[in-house]
């Protein structure tokens, strides 16, 4: 039975390890002072309704949907679309909605 405690204690520590490193790594997120989260969000609206959004190099949806959340700080904003030219923005977000417009152009 000690056997089966002291794996539960590891398994308790790793997991407990594992959740201190997550905090770590979420921490420029979150403010304890005031218990609050530092993320914004970015909307993108305009056309054409089929173009890509990326964020920082990942794609995150396309244009119209819901805002997409993000760390406070500044990103890079990428609208593409195949037949047209793409649109790349960078954006300062704090805390609040940063509402990007979008319009691409045709490609000739």
Not at 75 to 90: A, D, I, S
């Amino acid at each position: 039975m000690k056997a089966v405690r002291g794996w539960a204690v590891s398994v308790a520590v790793a997991v407990g390890a594992c959740a201190v490193m997550a905090g770590c790594a979420i921490s420029s997120t979150y403010s304890e002072e005031r218990g609050v989260s530092n993320d914004g969000y970015i909307h993108v609206l305009g056309s054409p309704p089929e173009a890509r959004i990326f964020v920082d190099g990942q794609e995150k949806g396309f244009v119209g949907m819901p805002r997409i959340r993000v760390a406070s700080g500044v990103h890079t904003v990428e609208v593409r679309c195949e037949g047209y030219l793409t649109m790349r923005r960078q954006v300062f977000v704090n805390q609040s909605t940063e509402t990007i417009r979008v319009d691409l152009t045709p490609a000739r």
